[in-house]
């Protein structure tokens, strides 16, 4: 007799207890987090280039590669502005290598001849190796790889050819392994301990997904130089450095954008901003503007800060934009290069993304975040070293640039001093309605998240349960949202901030449902009138 006093069982005839499984009515569906990971798009030295990836401030620099000049290539910048977003409070950012199609990755490849492993590199597999390894992450500095074969002894405890080999990869630049070592057997049907394949691509692809090991031999000769250990004890391992990953230039055609976007399409990373890494690229800030549409996320980005008021607003009408989805920020700004030295202009639209990841992290009891705050003014200023504004605007300057959507990012005095600072938020939308402030942009995209995704949750359910899941999750998420100020009151909607009605399609009422809302979005004071009168 169990000691246990109920069952998980069903129980339909004997006496007993029936535990069911815990049942939990406390989740709120209000927002995720992924509003503090930003996806971005710029050439790197290294990182894969058949996936977007993610990384962190620890990372940056193995992921991606050592930072280079801005001034030796413009391309640079994206480096930098990973560097500032991530410092500035991003948690996460997931990254697209942009390579061009001559871009490639070959084979590290260890063949016997007769008895020594000897190290090479082929685009193709040869026909006669003992095994080949295919590193993912495309560093362009290369990898030094080494090749270890584990001593084997028959019964008489001599040694004999063996099958159980290992693998390193060491990160040139540091000197440190990029993984643990690989160990596993050259024998496709060999097994481990505990029954499990102990095959070495097995072993290898159950640890990670970016390096690929194929085997051609079932053995190492004892004669081999990596087999067995020295008279120290210490295991004998052949090394080589290798170029194995060739970047193919640096010149990119529309396909290399569009690959570079789909890989953002395809990943299943989420994130919730996009970033052109300070491109100035009319035709990859084009496609990116259409692809924020696509995937509904807020688009920061760069108008030159070279260029004089006249050219910037000359490069936004190039574009032609009209979508609330990209804020364009202007800096004119000269600045330390974080990273390499110097003076450099680097845009800010890394800096606005990070500071909008920080500000995002700031959440209340229902962990909302108030994104009713845009990031512009006095509580957002710039905190690079030596900076100096490059160009002085006017007043008719200044109401050209926001007729133009253009937020400049320069010195403004305050009541508590002056400071850098983003000067304005609007987006890119042709209107003088909401849609043209950025916060509310930022705002109606997350609400448009969180309900798109609880309603992907609700397919597949009966058409009632769907209606009633959907929507106490919609009164439950608004009025957390209300609550912590994102709405707003509005005499259109009869003094509510909000309305939503869920119900099936009146026209295929049996498998299709409507939502539908209305929200009186947190405005944003960007003109105030001041007036003193006489009195006598």
Not at 44 to 63: C, E, H, M, V
Not at 69 to 91: C, K, M, R, T, W
Not at 440 to 446: C, D, H
Not at 513 to 534: A, F, H, W
Request: proline residues 4%; contains cysteine.
């Amino acid at each position: 007799m169990s000691a246990i006093p109920f069952s998980r069982d069903k129980i339909t005839y004997r006496s007993g207890v029936q535990l069911l499984s815990l049942v939990d009515n406390t989740e709120r569906g209000i927002l995720s987090n992924t509003d503090q990971i930003f996806a971005t798009i710029g050439r790197f030295t290294r990182g894969a280039i058949d996936r977007a990836f993610l990384i962190d401030q620890t990372t940056r620099k193995r992921s991606i590669g050592a930072p280079s000049s801005i001034l030796a290539n413009p391309l640079n910048e994206a480096h930098v502005q990973i560097y500032e977003a991530l410092d500035s409070g991003a948690f996460q950012a997931c990254v697209s290598r942009l390579v061009p199609a001559a871009a490639v990755n070959s084979y590290m490849i260890a063949t016997v001849a007769p008895a020594t492993p000897l190290w090479s590199v082929a685009a193709v597999l040869p026909a006669d190796y003992l095994i080949a390894v295919k590193h993912l992450e495309c560093f362009n500095d290369g990898v030094r790889i080494g090749l270890h074969a584990v001593e084997k002894l028959d019964d008489q405890g001599a040694q004999v050819a063996t099958s159980d080999v290992k693998v390193r990869l060491i990160d040139i630049a540091t000197g440190e392994p990029l993984f643990d070592d690989f160990e596993g057997s050259l024998l496709v049907d060999s097994k481990d301990e505990f029954g499990m394949s102990n095959y070495l691509p097995s072993v290898v692809s159950s640890l990670t997904e970016m390096v690929e090991i194929s085997v051609d031999k079932t053995s190492v000769a004892t004669t081999s130089e990596c087999y067995g250990v020295d008279e120290d004890g210490a295991e004998k391992w052949t090394f080589a450095d290798l170029s194995y990953f060739s970047e193919g230039g640096t010149t990119y055609a529309n396909e290399d954008y569009d690959s570079a976007i789909q890989r953002l399409y395809d990943t299943d990373i989420g994130y919730g901003y996009l970033h052109a890494g300070g491109t100035r690229n009319v035709a990859l800030l084009s496609k990116l503007v259409n692809f924020a549409y696509k995937v509904n996320k807020p688009f920061p980005f760069d108008v030159p800060g070279e260029l004089s008021v006249d050219a910037a607003i000359a490069f936004m009408q190039q574009l032609n934009i009209d979508s609330h989805y990209p804020v364009a920020y202007w800096a004119p700004l000269q600045a330390d290069d974080p990273l390499n030295g110097g003076k450099a202009m680097i845009g800010t639209s890394g800096l606005q993304i990070g500071l909008r990841c920080n500000r995002n992290a700031q959440t209340d009891a229902n962990d909302v975040a108030p994104k009713h705050y845009p990031v512009a003014g006095k509580n957002f200023p710039i905190t690079r070293t030596g900076m100096r504004q490059l160009r002085k605007l006017t007043d008719p300057q200044l109401e050209a640039l926001a007729k133009a959507c253009i937020n400049p990012v320069v010195f403004e005095t305050y009541a508590s001093g002056g400071r850098y600072v983003f000067r304005d938020s609007l987006t890119c939308a042709k209107t003088t309605g909401d849609k043209k402030l950025a916060s509310v942009a930022e705002m109606s995209a997350s609400v448009d998240d969180a309900v798109t995704a609880f309603a992907k949750e609700s397919l597949q359910l009966p058409m009632n349960e769907s209606i009633r899941r959907t929507t106490q999750f919609i009164e439950k998420t608004f009025e957390a949202l209300q609550t912590a100020g994102w709405f707003v009151p509005s005499a259109e909607l009869k003094g509510a901030a909000y309305s939503a009605t869920i119900t099936p399609n009146s026209r295929f009422p049996k498998e299709k449902m409507d939502v539908r809302y209305s929200i009186s979005y947190q405005g944003t004071n960007r003109i105030t009138t001041v007036q003193q009168t006489l009195s006598k």
